[in-house]
């Protein structure tokens, strides 16, 4: 593959450090790719926008920040309005229509999804918000298979968690297969 | 303070990426300093040694890896051998009794701490063996002060769960008192 470069932001909580670690994981261990995660705290952290870097590449990664994603997912407000400018030209937004009203056009595909209300609607647990959307982002980037992120999820969560954490991730990938067409 | 560098190393399921971001955001949210936390996946991962980086500093922070840590913990003896000769020549080198061997001086003080042991014998709960460690760690190198790990925890980890990972804290605490005398 070419080297994937991902920014997932949004207020802490929502869970994107996980998701950004589990992408990385499932592209190491299940995919043979190499992955580098990072990310910074300062400023923003404690104004409230988390931000988390992940680079997926088939060879050596050297520097592991990210300065222009291919693929930048905003959870908030906040996290969008710091970062919308930043998605790399003829990149991949991806907001959240319950937290983010986008107002800008920036030179990149937008997403506009409702994947915290289907995860509400659908599995009754906000906390597998940041799985919808990691299904969300691996369909429609192209990057891992969802066989691979549940492949690491089992080895981090309980048992009795598991299937909402499939059916989270089984939404993501059916909303992200939508927004392909 | 001085910028302080620092790399967690163990196995996947040690929790040592948990640890070193838990330490990122006490340092940021309840200290006021800067913080960049990352980890690579590559060979490294696949062959089972987890490796996560901390950099903690009142300043900016450019350039988030760290090639030659002040402080360096290593859970595994597969983590020991292979990143025990990148500690900075004067630093610390933590390792837990019951999974490393050490085998040979650097140049740095080393500590061979009793740490999952403790943990089995006063808490009966492995899980916490990170949090321990991380008490260690943050008494030895004088890092952050306990009351901000809890904090962070009390936001991530359920009411339940709270009390055994303060016990762990405690523990790793003393133990880090204990070792600098």
């Known amino acids: ?7 997932f ?8 450090i ?11 261990l299940c995919e043979g790719l190499n992955a580098v995660q990072s990310q910074s705290y300062g400023a923003e952290a404690r104004g409230g926008a988390t931000r988390s870097d992940v680079i997926i590449a088939d060879g050596r990664i050297h520097y592991p920040k990210v300065l222009q994603p291919n693929v930048l997912v905003c959870l908030t407000q906040e996290a969008y309005n710091r970062f919308a400018s930043i998605v790399r030209p003829g990149g991949l937004l991806i907001t959240d229509t319950r937290y983010v009203k ?3 056009k920036v030179d990149a595909q937008q997403r506009e999804l ?5 995860v509400v609607e659908q ?23 969802p066989e691979s992120i549940m492949k690491v999820l089992e080895g981090r969560v309980p048992k009795d968690f598991l299937e909402m954490n499939q059916r989270a ?13």
């Open 1 to 7: 593959m070419e080297r994937c470069r991902l920014v």
């Open 9 to 16: 932001s949004g207020s802490g909580g929502q869970g994107v």
């Open 18 to 28: 996980t998701a950004a670690i589990l992408l990385a994981e499932a592209a190491v």
């Open 102 to 104: 986008v107002q800008r």
């Open 114 to 118: 409702p994947m915290y209300r289907t």
């Open 123 to 145: 599995v009754g647990k906000p906390i597998v918000f940041n799985i919808c959307m990691l299904g969300v982002v691996i369909t429609l980037a192209d990057l891992v298979r």
């Open 169 to 181: 991730l089984q939404l993501g990938v059916e909303m992200g297969n939508a927004a392909k067409a």
